[in-house]
């Protein structure tokens, strides 16, 4: 067993029923495939750093996840089936890991742009 960091950024373009039940779809998921899920965080909706699949927003997801490392390359492969999900990332921390205690504060990539031409 691990702990996991898993951030997932679904279309902003969803409804809240389409959220609610895509959130629901992945929480099962990860229950019936052994992930304990010891804590989670709604990031609300974010300006990307990029754009990605031509949105330049996001709502993102904060998963602090307990499982196998075999359970990683199965969550990677169902969340790229899934068509609202637009990026995602697991991170391997340190099994005292809590999470952050906080939402952490937007990036505002406005002031930067130009600065590295």
Known sequence: MGRYEN???INPD???EEEEELMRRI???MERTGV???KEDDWTVRKLAYPIKKK???HYFFFLL????KNVSGLNRYYRSLDNVLRHLF?????KEKGPEKVPDQVVFDELE????
């Open 27 to 29: 929480k099962a998921t």
């Open 56 to 58: 330049d927003r996001g």
């Open 7 to 9: 951030i997932v950024i």
């Open 91 to 95: 991170v391997r921390v340190s099994e």
């Open 66 to 69: 307990d499982m196998d490392t």
């Open 36 to 38: 304990s899920i010891i």
């Open 14 to 16: 969803c409804s809240k």
């Open 114 to 117: 130009g600065e590295f031409l």
